[in-house]
């Protein structure tokens, strides 16, 4: 017989039919085994068989690629600030070239890219190490040594395997780190970029830049990711 449910005095008095299984220890079991599961899902995953990926990486657009902009850049700039003479400085400089840095980032692919904050001189790239030494200028626009568009050296020309021509990049940059929220778009090259007619092709990044004291100087700090829809396994999809 179904248990039943009286209301407070002074209500209706008739009785209120609760089906069995709702109180039923079977059911109670699976609801609670389902609020969990879906309170330990990690949000970088869809509903569905297929994982579109395992880790987060700054190829895609998601949403850990937000999270980890800001991990990275957060995590960056404790580390630089703290360091208390240059040569400390030029060792974390130096890690993240070589790759050894910990970003703190849950994912690949997310930098950081240093640049000095007046001359927007490249420092480190964790993504295009060799990059290191480079004037932003120089990366930005046909001015480098082996860029003439009619005599191009593709080994002495930083631009036409990493970048496309951008005007003011350094003054945008340096306007979000210190007046804006530090989000930024530009466009760049990462490393596993796809090769068309012998070039890496480039891609509209979505990054966060941020300014840092350091002990060798002001540094700007980028972390960025990759304006391309994360590509999910469903055939279709509509909004």
């Known amino acids: 017989r179904p248990p039943t449910v009286h209301r407070p005095s002074g209500a209706n008095p008739s009785p209120v039919v609760v089906p069995d299984m709702m109180v039923s220890p079977f059911w109670v079991a699976l609801i609670a085994a389902g609020l969990s599961s879906v309170a330990g899902l990690d949000p970088r995953f869809f509903d569905g068989p297929v994982e579109p990926f395992a880790v987060c990486q700054a190829k895609y657009s998601a949403p ?12 960056t700039k404790t580390d630089f600030e703290a360091q ?23 994912g690949f692919g997310f930098g950081p890219l240093v640049v ?4 927007g001189q490249i420092l480190a790239d964790a993504e295009n190490p060799l990059l290191a ?4 200028d ?13 005599s191009l050296v593709p080994t002495q020309c930083y631009q ?7 005007q003011d990049l350094l003054l945008r940059w340096q306007a979000a780190a210190t007046s804006g929220d530090g ?10 970029a796809p090769v068309i007619g012998g070039m890496k092709m480039p891609d509209k990044r979505v990054g966060f830049v941020q300014k840092a004291t350091t002990a060798s100087g ?16 469903q055939p279709t999809c509509s909004a």
């Open 84 to 106: 208390a003479t240059t040569t400390d400085v030029e060792t974390l400089l130096s890690k993240i070239n070589a790759g050894t840095f910990d970003n703190g980032a849950d």
């Open 116 to 119: 000095k904050f007046n001359d």
């Open 183 to 192: 989000i930024i778009s530009w466009v760049w090259t990462r490393s596993d």
């Open 218 to 233: 002001e540094v700007l700090l980028a972390s960025s990711f990759a304006d391309v829809p994360l590509p999910l396994p």
């Open 160 to 166: 036409s395997n990493m970048t496309i021509i951008q």
């Open 138 to 150: 120089n990366v930005m626009s046909f001015k480098s040594s082996g860029c003439a568009m009619n």
């Open 64 to 75: 850990c690629s937000q999270t980890n902009i800001r991990q990275v850049l957060r995590k």
């Open 133 to 136: 030494g480079a004037s932003l």
